[in-house]
């Protein structure tokens, strides 16, 4: 009778139908997409997966060619530099002026909160007026022309289609007239669908958004936005942990993504990028997304470091259907400017807003608009805060991190292919000096989704790249991904697009790649390849010619050149270390005294204000001459002081100028 009382009283049939309530529910939102609510509990999951990865894994890849070793992003060595940043707000005011997309009108409208402004009026009832200035786009691509005259608004006012950007202010409205607030929005206004687009297609088309952030390697993506990381974990993420830089700084890792081609290339079969114009004509992979249908979109979030405009010439034409530059060049001159104290080269704020918000907005709202209606490429890129400070990303997480749960809860996974990703890694600075610096600067974060839709529809493709995650691959090889993706959903049977220039023997990451794959098969010189190890040499000074035999070539660069009577010649001051190629069958950790050998990696620094450089060299014991290409030699520590006689963009990095010589 006790034992029957015990499982049929009815407090336990109560506690049985919640314990099945559960599990019902717990089922329900397995079954379900990621919501913000349960963020936490995948965030919970991933971080005990990702945790063990330290202890698990030893190299980023491991084939018969290439050997790139895994770092550990909390090594002992690392975590005695780490300083995680906290976020520095530009404003604590709540908003006066608030924007609001109405779906049903497919308009934009301003909103004016009244409890904010009786804050702002001293908890008065003070009467103020509240007006914009349109932003409008200047006769060239790249500027804006004077604001519109101001115009009054009241809430709920109905921003114009034609209007793509705002400054808007209130005031009071007696004598003397103070500012309460102002600030600044950028729209993406609606277009209706073409016609032609209204048409059943062959075949659906995957839209995709390219979210970029400048200077970051996917060790230290794991190092200071762990909850960034664990959410490229989910489901359709794939990590491309083989990806190696083709080049040295932004500009051209950019552009063998965008156009398949290297500068040098791209001067000897198309134009000189440094020529106006030519930014127009390269063949640019928004061109052929363009030309497949596809609405285009592009955002940077600081003017003076874009990629087309960096010591280059821009656009003479508007480039693509949504350009922000424009709008950004208004933002910098008509809102209030902030850098921060240690970082003053980058803006940090643009009026109350930290400059990378009205980019990621802007690309939200570019996918808002359309992705669910009509495939869309867009790229949207930050450097302001990732770019001068190595563990400034850390500052931004939550941030970053709300970008993409924004883009998932609008449900935008479920139509596009995005490509999380970097242009190079760390290249300055405590990190370079480490012993990992070598890969840390090489190899740039990489991260595709693929929508489940694409993941039912092309399951080869999928497998190919799950297989590739650690496999060797480049810039080049995400071109031809690019390409592919416009040829999906194009015309049957029609004629493939040309493949990366500069790298014949690259693809499109959805086939599989090959195993015994090699750097020169992938488009990286020596200079950039990760995939052998080289091995410290304990006796630096047996090492002293090699370093002079580089600085001879530098020298001689000079009088190629004709820079030798701006530029100084260099001198050797010390070397920071040298390391020795080896075969893959050797530790990439060990450690080996002074072997006859042709390749050499070394690192010194020169007296002439101290500049730090390192080379990939042939160096040939019996002559004592090096084989370097100057060109390749990376500088590694700040140069912007150090050649403003110049304005070569690769000599910059080499010259140290003689009236900026330092005693």
């Not at 200035?133 to 500027?143: C, F, L, R």
């Amino acid at each position: 009778m006790e034992s029957q009382f015990r499982f049929t009283h009815p407090l336990y049939k109560i506690l049985g139908m919640l314990y099945l309530l559960i599990i019902v529910g717990y089922l329900l939102l397995r079954s379900n997409n990621l919501s913000y609510s349960d963020v936490k509990l995948v965030s919970k999951t991933t971080r005990s997966r990702v945790s063990l990865k330290p202890e698990l894994q030893k190299y980023f890849v491991k084939t018969s060619k290439c050997q790139i070793p895994f770092v550990d992003p909390f090594n002992d060595e690392v975590m005695k530099i780490y300083k995680p940043q906290t976020l520095v707000r530009c404003s604590n005011e709540s908003d006066l002026i608030w924007t609001e997309y109405n779906k049903n009108i497919k308009r934009h409208v301003l909103h004016i909160d009244d409890e904010v402004a009786f804050k702002l009026l001293n908890n008065t009832e003070s009467e103020y007026n509240c007006f914009y200035q349109e932003i409008k786009y200047g006769n060239s691509a790249d500027t804006y022309d004077n604001l519109g005259l101001k115009k009054y608004f009241t809430n709920g006012y109905v921003v114009p289609l034609h209007v793509e950007g705002l400054i808007v202010e209130c005031q009071t409205a007696e004598d003397p007239k103070v500012v309460l607030q102002k600030d600044a929005f950028m729209f993406i206004q609606y277009r209706p669908l073409p016609k032609d687009l209204n048409q059943p297609r062959s075949a659906r088309k995957p839209s995709v958004i390219m979210y970029g952030i400048d200077s970051l390697s996917r060790i230290n993506l794991r190092r200071t936005m762990p909850k960034v990381f664990n959410f490229l974990q989910g489901p359709g993420w794939y990590e491309m942990q083989g990806y190696n830089k083709v080049a040295d700084n932004s500009f051209p890792n950019i552009l063998a993504i965008l156009s398949g081609y290297s500068i040098s290339a791209a001067r000897e079969q198309v134009c000189d990028t440094d020529v106006k114009g030519c930014l127009d004509d390269m063949p640019m992979i928004w061109k052929y997304f363009k030309n497949a249908s596809y609405l285009t979109g592009y955002a940077e979030d600081e003017s003076d470091s874009n990629h087309f405009n960096y010591m280059r010439p821009g656009f003479t034409r508007k480039p693509m259907d949504y350009y922000f530059r424009p709008m950004l060049r208004a933002l910098e001159s008509e809102m209030d400017v902030y850098r921060l104290p240690e970082h003053d080269y980058m803006r940090y704020c643009l009026g109350r807003r930290i400059a990378n918000r009205y980019i990621y907005n802007y690309g939200r709202q570019f996918a808002q608009r359309f992705v669910h209606e009509r495939p869309i490429w867009g790229m949207f890129w930050s450097n302001h805060f990732s770019h001068d400070d190595t563990f400034m990303p850390s500052s931004m997480q939550e941030k970053v991190l709300g970008d993409l749960l924004d883009f998932h809860e609008d449900g935008d996974f479920e139509e596009m292919i995005m490509i999380f990703f970097a242009d190079h890694g760390t290249r300055f600075g405590e990190l370079t000096t480490l012993k990992e610096g070598f890969l840390e600067e090489r190899l740039p974060m990489m991260f595709i989704y693929l929508p489940p839709w694409f993941r039912e529809t092309y399951p080869s493709y999928a497998q190919a790249l799950e297989l590739n995650q650690h496999r060797l691959s480049s810039n080049y090889d995400l071109h031809n991904t690019l390409k592919h993706i416009v040829e999906i959903g194009g015309i049957p049977d029609g004629p493939e697009l040309p493949k990366s220039f500069d790298c014949p023997t690259c693809q499109s990451l959805f086939y599989p790649l090959p195993e015994d794959r090699t750097c020169s098969q992938a488009g990286i010189v020596d200079h950039w390849c990760t995939c052998e190890p080289y091995l410290l040499l304990k006796d630096q000074e047996w090492t002293e010619p090699i370093a002079h035999s580089v600085i001879d070539r530098m020298n001689e660069y000079f009088v190629q050149k004709n820079l030798s009577k701006l530029c100084s010649n260099l001198t050797l001051n010390y070397i920071h270390k040298t390391e020795i190629k080896t075969g893959l069958d050797v530790n990439w950790y060990d450690e080996i005294k002074e072997v006859e050998t042709s390749v050499y990696r070394i690192k010194f620094k020169v007296e002439q204000n101290s500049a730090d450089f390192q080379a990939t060299v042939v160096y040939n014991n019996s002559t004592q001459k090096a084989e370097v290409d100057v060109e390749k030699i990376s500088r590694t520590n700040s140069y912007k002081e150090d050649s403003t006689c110049i304005d070569d963009k690769l000599a910059k990095l080499y010259c140290i100028c003689f009236s900026d010589l330092k005693s």
